[in-house]
């Protein structure tokens, strides 16, 4: 090949078209490794080589990068690194430029977590029509949980003070290690073929993403999605999630909480709606007598007039009021037809002249009857307008009112002759006066006159 026709390289192009291809063809990656030869120098920026038991890759962290990685990393440390691999031109050396660390063990358990979390996602495992109601008042509440752990003695503590009535019935299984998961799984669905339970409630206290890894173990949420009866995860703390948290019908913070969420009703609650019931139960048995008592009475006047002894009553005194009535209409016949007769026969016996003559002669001596009747009440009528006048003119007569216990009091002067005192302005002190009573007169002096003084 001729010369002129060769494409001759530099180093630079050469390390350049090599950064290219590693650019276009090898997109980000994950990558595990041994961590070796760190360097933290002062720039913040990170230097060290990521290695396995064949080979190495020099790998560069950048401080904005490195910034975010929340354990301590130090030479020996098995990480999961993601990265660009590219090659940095001026000294021709292939790396990696890491943008995130992870430490091995957590990291290939999150990249499990969240690869079931969404498998199980896209099943619809985690969807709301599939969540079930809780029982308001549950009779029976299983726990599956540890029998040696303080999750446990969390749950039976809050279920005893709120609703001690409930029986709680346990299944105790492992809750960390391989055989956790199965035995989990085998608890839910022994519970739910049993149908002993109102609900469950499946979990453990809180630790590390390994001690809860049995709850994130597929064949847990397939258990638990599948049972008809109710269940509340509760699975560590508040902050920690879990797969059968996404699956469960509610999920609790924590175990005390889920004890709490499954009891809304306490026995104080029941108790209160126990004694409201039975007063609402007085009351309306009360008013619901009353007014059957009223409408006893009032059936009871109904069938007492509509009885037949009631109506033969009413028909009798009836025909006892007509019988009267008839009677007495038969009876006032028989005296207006005698009424007749008799006038007839008077009218009979007037037109004879015996009679007649006679009936004069009985005028007149009624006349005079009549006569001397008439002059003996006119007397009598005059002797009393004569009594009256009488009267009257003792009560007008002064010496009358002496007898009720008045005086009359007179002046003895010569040339007055006696004349009678009617105020104090009549006599003088010395002046001699007469007082006359109803069986005599008295003589006095005046010695003092007192005038009375006015209101």
């Known amino acids: 090949m001729d010369a002129t026709s060769r494409h001759i390289y530099s180093v630079s192009e050469l390390n350049r078209a090599a950064k290219q291809i590693l650019d276009i063809e090898l997109p980000s990656l994950w ?15 990170w230097y060290f080589s990521l290695k396995d038991e064949n080979a190495q890759i020099r790998c560069a962290m950048f401080k904005r990068a490195n910034s975010r990685i929340k354990f301590n990393v130090s030479n020996g440390d098995k990480v999961l690194i993601r990265g660009k691999v590219s090659l940095y031109e001026a ?32 099943e619809g495992l985690f969807a709301a029509e599939h969540k079930q109601e ?13 029998s040696t752990g303080a999750a446990l003695q969390d749950i039976l503590h809050v279920l005893e003070r709120r609703l001690p009535m409930a029986e709680v019935k346990i299944y105790p299984v492992l809750v960390q290690g391989e055989l956790a998961p199965a035995e989990i799984a085998h608890a839910i669905t022994q519970a739910d073929i049993e149908n002993l339970c109102d609900l469950l409630i499946v979990g453990r206290g809180g630790g590390s993403l390994e001690d809860l890894w049995a709850f994130n173990d597929e064949r847990v949420a397939r258990a638990a999605f599948t049972a008809n009866t109710p269940i509340i995860s509760a699975v560590g703390h508040e902050v920690d999630f879990t797969i059968l948290d996404f699956v ?21 609650d029941l108790i209160a709606q126990v004694q409201a019931l039975f007063q609402y139960i007085s009351r309306s048995s009360s008013e619901h007598l009353q007014k059957e008592a009223q409408k006893l009475d009032y059936l009871s006047k109904r069938l007492q007039l509509a009885h037949p002894g009631q109506q033969l ?27 007749c007769i008799n006038t007839l026969n008077s009218r009979i016996h007037r037109q004879d002249p015996i009679i007649r003559i006679a009936n004069e002669n009985d005028n007149v001596i009624r006349l005079k009857k009549r006569l001397v009747s008439s002059s003996s009440h006119a007397l009598q009528l005059k002797k009393a307008d004569l009594g009256q006048m009488i009267g009257k003119l003792n009560t007008l007569n002064p010496l009358a009112t002496l007898e ?14 006696e004349k009678v005192v009617t105020s104090i302005a009549d006599v003088n002190t010395g002046a001699t006066i007469s007082t006359r009573l109803k069986d005599g007169d008295i003589e006095s002096i005046v010695t003092k006159i007192n005038k009375t003084k006015s209101k």
């Open 134 to 146: 809780l029982p308001q008042l549950p009779a029976c509440i299983g726990v599956i949980t540890s």
């Open 404 to 417: 009720r216990g008045y005086a009359l009091v007179q002046l003895k002067d010569d040339k007055l002759a």
């Open 31 to 45: 990558l595990e490794g041994e961590i070796s030869n760190l360097s933290r120098p002062a720039s913040g920026h």
């Open 313 to 339: 009553k009413q028909q009798q005194a009836h025909l006892h009021s007509q019988s009267i009535r008839l009677n007495e209409l038969m009876q006032r016949l028989l005296i207006e037809q005698k009424n």
């Open 91 to 122: 000294r021709g050396d292939y790396q990696l430029i890491a943008d995130q660390m992870e430490d091995s063990g957590t990291g290939a358990l999150q990249r499990a977590y969240e690869e079931l979390r969404d498998k199980l996602a896209k």
């Open 248 to 268: 469960a019908d509610l999920r609790a913070p924590t175990p005390s909480a889920a004890a709490e969420v499954a009891t809304p009703i306490t026995q104080e």
